[in-house]
């Protein structure tokens, strides 16, 4: 199975702030790699889709970059909405896996 | 729009069975696969299983296999899942996802596009 390795699993940050968050696949996974933000109580939604385009309706300050094992989502400019958990997922094999989150907090 | 409603949730005992459903709507029903994720209190998200848009194919994760069953009824627009043997770790609130296969540069590659409310599963004596 391929793990998903997310880091950091929280961070505290504060409106306006740049965060990144990185996920690293176990093996190779080409571009195979979507992001997902959960409100508390909520289904996730998803950001980022094929690990840089971005999803119809999800604001331009989210994005997505990396390839092969590597990838990054970044907020530009972080909002009060925006602070949930973050989950990468591949999809390039099965069983498909998730990684174990991002919380973000202020 | 889309939507995804799930049912079948509630308490049961270990050793026990349940079927949940997901219900569809606002999408050609039979064009798309559909996944079962679930999420333990408090935890991440697990993928579960996925079927097929004409049924033929179906896949689980590993904690799952040989205990979990999904199909569908495209007739009804509704993906079942059976749980059968449940464990108290198969505790957790189970969504169901519409699959999205689109196409980039490097070829196909599939997201879950939209997500139902989710139902609870309570396994416990």
């Known amino acids: 199975d391929i793990q998903m390795t997310q880091s950091p699993s929280s961070l505290s940050a504060s409106v306006g702030d740049r965060v990144t968050i990185t996920c690293r696949a176990s093996q190779y996974i080409s571009s195979h790699l979507n992001w997902y933000q959960q409100r508390p109580g909520k289904a996730p939604k998803v950001l980022i889709y094929?690990?840089?385009s971005l999803e119809n309706g999800v604001p331009s300050r989210f994005s997505g970059s990396g390839s092969g094992t590597d990838f990054t989502l970044t907020i530009a400019s972080l909002r009060p909405e925006d602070f949930a958990t973050y989950y990468c997922q591949q999809t390039y094999d099965t069983p498909l896996t998730f990684g174990g989150g991002t919380k973000v907090e202020i | 729009q889309v939507q995804l409603v799930e049912s079948g949730g509630g308490v049961v005992q270990p050793g026990k069975s349940l079927r949940l459903s997901c219900v569809a709507s606002g999408f050609t029903f039979r064009h798309n696969g559909i996944h079962w994720v679930r999420q333990a209190p408090g935890k991440g998200l697990e993928w579960v299983a996925v079927?097929?848009?004409?049924?033929?194919?179906?896949y689980y994760g590993d904690s799952v296999k040989g205990r979990f069953t999904v199909s569908r009824d495209n007739s009804k627009n509704t993906v079942y899942l059976q749980m059968n043997n449940l464990r108290p770790d198969d505790t957790a609130v189970y969504y169901c996802?519409?699959?999205?296969?689109?196409?980039?540069?490097?070829?196909?590659?599939?997201?879950?596009?939209?997500w139902g409310q989710g139902t609870l599963v309570t396994v416990s004596s």
């Open positions: 996802a519409k699959d999205r296969r689109t196409t980039t540069a490097e070829g196909e590659t599939d997201y879950f596009e939209s």
């Open positions: 079927i097929s848009y004409d049924g033929n194919n179906q």
């Open positions: 094929a690990a840089s």
